[in-house]
């Protein structure tokens, strides 16, 4: 469903796709956005009265210090780059991701454990165009939440110029050389009770 938040171009909660066990993800639990550097004053207005409980900021500090959030005084707000800033990618986007995901793991499971210990209302999360970043991220808490690979990949495509066989081929890197995302996680910090946080949290 897209957001009504005026001055986001890529925004949408990924609310209503299904979990393995019949239950779906709730709307207002995950929404995924752009940067909300473009917020108008209603956009803005718009965020903060959807009670957010955190926004995970994905850009690192150049991007933020370029083109600041409007909430990085806000509590909810953290600044969490996914990835290191020299973070070497591959030559297509299934390679970048690929590259993304291997390299950076305990970086990315500590800013995935946010999401667990997140005080009550909806997560937002967002890099610069709601798309790479975002999309990785967003793919492993609904991952978490037993949501096939095929309703992720539908969502994934949802973004203007994303094909959803590039997350596909990402979740089958992640179960053939990491024996899937749980334990992908778990090998970087998390803990199965952090799992079960982040999945009762998005489940209906």
């Known amino acids: 469903m897209k957001l009504a938040w005026d001055g986001c171009l890529n925004g949408r909660d990924v609310g209503g796709l299904p979990s393995a066990d019949g239950r779906r993800i709730r709307f207002g639990a995950l929404l995924r956005s752009d940067s ?3 917020l108008t004053a209603d956009g803005i207005a718009a965020v903060r009265g959807a009670g957010i409980g955190r926004i ?13 959030s409007p909430f990085e005084d806000d509590p909810a707000y953290r600044n969490a780059p996914l990835i290191a800033e020299l973070a070497e990618q591959g030559t297509t986007m299934p390679d970048a991701y690929r590259t993304m995901l291997d390299d950076n793991r305990r970086q990315i499971t500590g800013v995935f454990v946010q999401l667990a210990d997140a005080p009550p209302g909806p997560l937002a999360v967002h890099c610069s165009a709601g798309r790479d970043r975002t999309g990785v991220l967003v793919a492993l808490a609904l991952s978490v939440a037993d949501v096939p690979p095929a309703s992720i990949a539908a969502d994934y495509a949802l973004t203007e110029g994303c ?6 081929r ?9 024996g899937g995302v749980h334990a992908y996680l778990m090998k970087g910090g998390a803990s199965l009770t952090q799992l079960r946080q982040v999945k009762d949290r998005l489940l209906s």
């Open 163 to 168: 094909s959803g066989d590039t997350i596909l």
């Open 170 to 178: 990402t979740l089958s890197h992640l179960e053939n050389r990491h």
């Open 56 to 68: 995970l900021d994905l850009r690192w500090a150049r991007e933020t210090a370029r083109e600041p």
């Open 36 to 38: 909300h550097n473009r």
